[in-house]
């Protein structure tokens, strides 16, 4: 079976248009039906319903998705383990990195990698944890850069390569500003401004709170670290943010008998051969970390 039109038909099938499909693919939209049309004749099964200008999947085609899925990927890795063979450092890297890791750790690294190996296409998707996370469970992207989980999908592998430390902070005018220490439970009584429910940074300040038996009362989530930081500027609540971040718009907290932390590092698929291109950048990462 030709993996350019089961590819052509993947990109179909997540656009949800064979013009969006072309430009993702980089090709015209009659080079993009023609691989469908080739792949329905294959088939002997129609895979795509066009009503006006919406393109459905027929049955078939949404019978063909997961084995399409798989084909590609393994045509992919066993293109990508051959061309290990030849210790040749090119092609494409995919790499997902969460937004906080990608303003305060990588940087440097991306810069140096780029200087050493221009060759190489760097593909970089700026996702929150949780999303990067699952695109490496599910082979979309061969390395991650997150907020490290602390259950890990025994299908993955992670290493640690920054601890960050977390403080607590409000604005300069807040009540709690101006002691010395503060106790966990007078942060109760007043907003906190904390990322998603199901972000890993929710769910370590969440945790501590619970080990005291203490209410968390939070107000609408913002996922931008550096949104929160300036929302906590103005006097909208208080919240957790790395060590990194914390500068003159906000005032750190000292809490009594609380030290929070949270570990920053990358994962990859145990059964997914990293490319020479990966290896080439978390050689860079070891050289700038």
């Not at 063909?64 to 890795?77: K, N």
């Not at 989980?149 to 601890?163: A, F, G, I, Y």
């Not at 500003?177 to 966990?184: E, F, S």
């Not at 619970?210 to 009362?217: C, F, G, S």
Request: aromatic letters at 6%.
């Amino acid at each position: 079976m030709d993996t350019q039109a089961l590819t052509a038909f993947l990109a179909v099938v997540e656009t949800g248009s064979f013009s969006e499909a072309a430009h993702k693919l980089h090709l015209t939209q009659p080079a993009v039906s023609k691989r469908i049309r080739s792949l329905e004749t294959q088939l002997n099964a129609s895979l795509f319903d066009r009503v006006g200008r919406e393109v459905l999947l027929t049955e078939a085609g949404k019978a063909l998705i997961p084995p399409a899925e798989r084909i590609v990927q393994e045509i992919s890795e066993a293109k990508q383990i051959v061309g290990n063979l030849s210790q040749n450092v090119g092609g494409k890297l995919s790499v997902g990195i969460s937004h906080h890791i990608g303003l305060h750790r990588l940087p440097m690294t991306l810069k140096a990698f780029a200087i050493e190996h221009p060759e190489v296409e760097l593909d970089l998707h700026f996702l929150e944890s949780e999303q990067a996370y699952h695109s490496v469970i599910n082979r979309d992207i061969e390395l991650a850069f997150v907020t490290m989980p602390r259950n890990l999908d025994k299908s993955l592998h992670m290493e640690t390569v920054w601890q960050d430390s977390l403080q607590f902070v409000v604005s300069k005018e807040h009540m709690l500003a101006r002691k010395a220490t503060v106790r966990l439970n007078e942060l109760c009584y007043t907003n906190a401004l904390l990322p998603e429910p199901d972000t890993f940074t929710h769910k370590i300040v969440k945790a501590l709170f619970e080990q005291h038996k203490l209410p968390l009362r939070t107000s609408l989530p913002i996922n931008f670290l550096e949104t929160i930081k300036v929302m906590v500027g103005v006097g909208l609540g208080w919240s957790v943010l790395p060590e990194t971040m914390v500068d003159q718009s906000v005032k750190k907290l000292s809490v009594e008998d609380v030290n929070l932390s949270r570990k920053l590092g990358y994962i990859q698929h145990r059964n997914r051969t990293l490319s020479n291109a990966a290896q080439a950048f978390l050689a860079v990462l070891e050289k700038n970390r």
